[in-house]
Every structure is written in structure tokens, then in C-alpha cells.
């Protein structure tokens, strides 16, 4: 198995060409892809690198990692998450 984190700045066409090599037979379960979009940007760019996915064929799993970039600095100096960010 294989994990692949995905942030903000990856490109559709990036990541088909990178699951393609690290799976070229389409081995399913075997590319694990992680989501981590803060709330402010993830419903922009991850349709796109989900219609991508989906039209080449490529077998993934796909999750979300919703704490990521989601941090907030509270008053008292530690840093926090809204709720609503991170279940919307």
C-alpha cells in the first residue's frame, strides 16, 4: 500500500501521472490518498482532482484529514479548530 498525502498546490494531472506509475497493473486497495485541504479551499480544488480520478479509472481510496489546516491561534496561545471548519 501506498499513501499519498494531497495538499492545496497538487494538480489533477500530477497526481493521475503519479498514480499511474506507482500502480500501472490498477491494483486495488494499494494507493491510499489523503486530503488535506483546510476549509477555506477544499471545495474549490478537490472536485476537480476527484472528476480526474474518477475519469481515468484509477482505483484509489480516498480520505479526508479534516484537522489539517484548519488551526486556528486562540486568545491563550495554543492553537484550536472550529467545529463547523472541520465538519462542514
Known sequence: MFRK?????????TLVSLISK??????????????????N???QKLPAL??????????????I???HSNT???KEGYKT???TDITD
Not at 22 to 38: A, C, D, F, H
Open 22 to 39: 506507482l500502480n500501472p497493473s490498477r491494483e486495488k486497495g494499494k494507493i491510499v490518498l489523503t486530503i488535506r485541504m483546510g476549509a
Open 81 to 83: 479548530r472550529y467545529f
Open 72 to 74: 486556528k491561534n486562540a
Open 5 to 13: 498525502k494531497c495538499g492545496p498546490n497538487i494538480t489533477s494531472d
Open 50 to 63: 476527484i472528476k480526474s480520478i474518477q475519469s481515468c479509472g484509477e482505483p484509489v481510496i480516498c480520505m
Open 65 to 67: 484529514n479534516p484537522m
Open 41 to 43: 479551499i477544499i471545495k
